[in-house]
Antibody, heavy 128, light 107 residues
């Protein structure tokens, strides 16, 4: 059973950088056909997809956050990380990490993707 | 970005009831629509992928339908463990976006 667990500071000061790590257990982050995802949930905007990173380091970020987001992966530690710079109160949210499974296929042979494993989420508050 | 409009935002039902939650996309997304269940303090759980395919291990009382812009999640014979939040998600094109969620409560 693959488990994901977020970790990092629960309180970040405005203008500083939010840093979170997601540790994957029960499976290798280097397994093919998965992307590793960050998602956040706040009261105002609901769920927001932040972006993904592959085990080889390929990334895709939400354009709304792209200028402030950096994701990285450490296969030796079996974890991946999120950095969000220049945070404001609007970045206060529950941050989830997840695994995107690229392997789903229907009877017609079309491939689909879905977030099949999630962490429990970690609350990050931006406040001085 | 593709906007996902989910309704209702909350729903009260009783054990044994059948409920339906709908999700509408602002443009066609074919069948690139997933449904998730989320209980407070727990990891969200994938229920349905590709609009109508049941994730392994999910009870058959959950079903999904739709394609294009209109989708629905139906739960038959509600069980006590089904009272939770549900949300849809499109992965037709990034940035992937979510519905606002539906909170299913016990009547």
């Amino acid at each position: 059973q693959v488990l994901l667990q977020e970790s990092g500071p629960g309180l970040v000061k405005p203008s500083q950088t939010l840093s979170l790590t997601c540790t994957v257990s029960g499976g290798s982050i280097s397994s093919g056909n998965y992307y590793w995802i960050w998602i956040r949930q706040n009261q105002g905007k609901g769920l927001e997809w932040i972006g993904y990173i592959s085990y080889s380091g390929n990334t895709y970020y939400n354009p709304s956050l792209k200028s402030r987001v950096t994701m990285s992966v450490d296969t030796s530690k079996n974890h991946f990380s999120l950095k969000l710079s220049s945070v404001t109160a609007a970045d206060t949210a529950v941050y989830f990490c997840a695994r995107e499974n690229l392997n789903y296929q229907d009877s017609g042979g079309y491939y689909y993707r879905a977030f099949d494993m999630w962490g429990q989420g970690t609350v990050v508050t931006v406040s001085s | 970005d593709i906007q996902m409009t989910q309704s209702p935002s909350s729903l009260s039902a009783s054990v044994g009831d059948r409920v339906t939650i709908t999700c509408r996309a602002s443009q066609t997304i074919s069948s690139y629509l997933n449904w998730y269940q989320h209980k407070p303090g727990k990891a969200p759980k994938l229920l349905i992928y590709a609009a109508s395919s049941l994730q392994s291990g999910v009870p058959s009382r959950f079903s999904g339908s739709g394609s294009g812009t209109d989708f629905s999640l139906t739960i038959n014979n509600l069980q006590p463990e089904d009272f939770a939040a549900y949300f849809c998600q499109q992965n037709y094109s990034p940035p992937y976006t979510f519905g606002q969620g539906t909170k299913l409560e016990i009547k």
